[in-house]
């Protein structure tokens, strides 16, 4: 039992990256030498944000003797604390961009339980393939005639966590409801409630997906299970009217971590409340974990370094951009431009046409100085300091 939480009231609270903060050193202490590398460079990085460790800034009052630090964050994309303000940044960048005025798709690909372990044992390898495979069975059912005829454009996004925080690897997609033809000449609608037959999709994953790791790991192809192979995979396929709310439920999974930053309730036996929504019933639930079993499951969802969990394909991708503007054209959406594009590029009304998604945005602001609380002053910076160097020793500023 974690003495430090032991004998509460049971009504305590702290945040995850509190819990962290709290338990990180005991983690260690048990499992650190257990560990993958990669999680224990995220871990001591998590642990050191918005600490003196990272550097920071030190402010003072020009009245009172009031002195205020401000820590510097860590940025990493695993952060609880970090990378709120740049998801509601990208969600609107791509709003801009992905949405067309056509009926879109959610679609979930998933593997079975004992490729789980194995994947979870080689991230960089099993992620790799899962996208490799899946977004090539999407386009190739999308290519072929009796289907759709046409290529797909898609947004995949990595989701890696069940809602206990079990190690599930899954890719949605987001796809718009038809394709540009194979001759690139016309844009092809699906129906609007039905893009592509699941059963073929997950049969035709589960066939790209042995074949790469063949080629690329064949000797973890012969230590896997063989029923794997004979088994159904599971492939989702839902309709998501215009997309924009699965694209906002998507977003929700780029910039955060698998547990965000939510404030959790502490037991008086030291176990602390995780909550989540039951898959089945839709009831929401709660169960109690150690600490340290919560940051291990935590832990199990860090990604390989510089691995990207959000990915474009077809005419999305950034490499597509001509067969793109193919598609907005024969959609009657005006072309995404670069800032030197909109300099010479004009509408049929022969006035320029603007690119939102390119367009620059206003520049960012720093955070205005912090406030006094004991005279209402704005307070001065009195100096900064970097990671690995000794925090400033605080000495009254003078005022402007």
């Known amino acids: 039992m974690p003495a430090s939480l032991a004998g509460g009231s049971g009504n305590q609270r702290l945040s995850f990256h509190e819990l962290l903060t709290q338990f990180g050193p005991q983690y260690l202490e048990q499992f650190g030498s257990a560990m993958p590398g990669r999680q224990r460079e995220v871990f001591s990085r998590l642990l050191r944000c918005r600490t003196p460790a990272l550097g920071g800034q030190l402010f003072g009052c ?3 003797a009031q002195f ?4 510097h964050s860590c940025n990493d994309r695993h952060c609880p604390l ?29 593997v079975p339980d004992p490729l789980r372990s194995w994947i979870r044992s080689n991230p960089q390898i099993g992620y790799d393939l899962l996208f490799d495979s899946s977004a090539q069975a999407l386009q190739d059912l999308a290519a072929n005639p009796k289907r759709l005829g046409a290529k797909l454009g898609m947004l995949g ?16 997609y987001l796809v718009p409801g038809g394709g540009l033809s194979l001759d690139q ?36 192809l012969a230590a896997l ?56 019933s839709g009831q929401h639930k709660t169960m109690a ?9 935590f832990l199990q969802h860090v990604l390989p370094k510089s691995f990207g969990r959000v990915r474009l394909f077809g005419w999305l991708h950034p490499g597509g951009k001509i067969r793109g503007n193919r598609v907005r054209a024969l959609l009657q959406q005006a072309p995404i431009l670069t800032a030197q594009e909109q300099k010479t590029w004009h509408g049929p009304g022969g006035s320029p046409i603007e690119s939102e998604t390119h ?39 003078r005022a402007p």
């Open 62 to 64: 020009p009245d009172c």
């Open 68 to 71: 205020h630090y401000r820590y």
């Open 82 to 110: 970090c990378g709120a303000s740049d998801a509601d940044q990208w969600l609107e960048q791509q709003r801009q961009r992905l949405l067309l005025p056509v009926p879109y798709f959610l679609i979930t690909f998933t």
């Open 157 to 172: 996004i990595l989701h890696t966590w069940s809602r206990t925080l079990i190690f599930h690897p899954h890719i949605h």
């Open 185 to 220: 000449r016309k844009w092809i609608p699906s129906h609007p409630k039905f893009l592509l037959p699941f059963k073929p999709l997950a049969l035709h994953f589960r066939t790209l997906f042995r074949e790469r790791l063949e080629k690329t790991a064949p000797e973890a």
């Open 225 to 280: 299970p063989a029923k794997i192979w004979n088994q159904p995979w599971v492939v989702d396929t839902q309709a998501a009217g215009s997309g924009e709310n699965a694209l906002a439920y998507l977003g929700r999974y780029v910039f955060k971590t698998a547990t965000g930053n939510r404030p959790l309730q502490v037991l008086p036996s030291g176990q602390v409340l995780w909550p989540y929504r039951d898959s089945n």
């Open 289 to 297: 974990l150690e600490p340290t079993e919560l940051i291990r499951r």
């Open 359 to 397: 367009a620059p945005g206003p520049a960012t602001e720093l955070s205005p100085n912090p406030i006094c609380p004991r005279c209402g002053r704005i307070m001065l910076l009195i100096g900064s300091w970097g990671p690995a160097q000794r925090p400033l020793t605080p000495t009254r500023p």
